[in-house]
């Protein structure tokens, strides 16, 4: 396959950045979609030119790291699919892909398609833990959950903190991101302790961090690499709720 790229390019954060014209050659169907970025920049290191800046690690769809925006869609065109585990065979030869990094103010660019998500980290400091000593696994063995909820609350944990779901949102929403771990800690007796400050310091740190709210649109769902569901933002709004009669 021959394709046609438009990767952003942006030095540093403080400088502006754009859309640069690349071709790769000689494609196979059976490339990642980073290995297909490993190719070109490659032959960029080759000609003695920068290299294309951008994150992955475990190109196994569980780290969380690669955030790359293809075609307009975070995380490019198969659902509930990593970009690391997008393949090539997805695309025809001659197609033209626009790459670009997540867009959002919480998430600034740090070098072409790296973004700086250090905002979810500060969000998981602020709340995303438990504070009691719930021994080793045979100890979480031992405490009678049901089985409905310990899936619920296991389906939430799928969360790999990518940020997509703010990359999708036009309001740069981190609700879904932090209502999986909410959600998750709720559900669970290990997550009773800390149950009402966590969801409160959370969001408070989101609103610093400078993500938006959620107005009900359901891109974040489209989008994630995991398949949460929106249902983990309500169940969020309601902790919040309680949260709120409870301090009273
Ligand atoms: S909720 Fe989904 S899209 Fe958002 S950070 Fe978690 S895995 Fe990524
Ligand atoms: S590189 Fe780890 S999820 Fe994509």
New binding site residues.
């Given amino acids: 396959m021959r394709l046609h790229l438009k990767i952003w390019r942006q030095a540093r954060p403080d400088t502006a950045g754009r859309l640069v014209d690349y071709t790769a050659a000689d494609v196979s169907p059976d490339m990642s979609f980073?290995e297909m970025l490993d190719v070109i920049n490659e032959g960029l290191v080759r000609k003695g030119e920068d290299a294309i800046a951008f994150?992955?690690?475990?190109?196994?769809?569980?780290?969380?790291?690669?955030s790359l925006v293809v075609n307009g869609v975070p995380h490019g065109p198969d659902r509930g699919t990593?970009?690391?585990?997008l393949h090539m065979r997805r695309f025809r030869d001659g197609d033209t892909i626009t790459v670009e990094p997540w867009r959002a103010r919480a998430f600034p660019v740090v070098k072409d398609l790296v973004v700086d998500r250090s905002a979810f980290d500060r969000i998981i400091a602020a709340g995303g833990y438990v504070s009691i000593n719930v021994g080793g696994a045979p100890d979480g063995n031992a405490i009678p959950i049901p089985k409905a909820i310990a899936e619920t609350a296991m389906d939430s944990a799928a969360c790999?903190a990518?940020g997509a779901c703010v990359a999708a949102c036009k309001n740069a929403s981190a609700h879904l991101f932090m209502s999986a771990k909410i959600a998750q800690l709720a559900l669970l007796p290990q997550g009773q302790p800390e149950r009402y400050s966590r969801v409160v310091a959370m969001i408070d740190q989101a609103d610093a961090e400078g993500f938006g709210s959620c107005s009900n649109e359901a891109e974040c769902e489209a989008v994630c690499?995991k398949e949460i569901p929106i249902s983990n933002i309500a169940r969020m709004t309601r902790e919040y709720v309680k949260a709120m009669m409870h301090s009273r």
């Avoid at 990593?82 to 585990?85: D, F, G, L, M, N």
């Fill in positions: 980073l994150d992955s690690d475990c190109r196994e769809g569980i780290c969380g790291m690669c990593t970009v690391c585990q790999i990518c690499p």
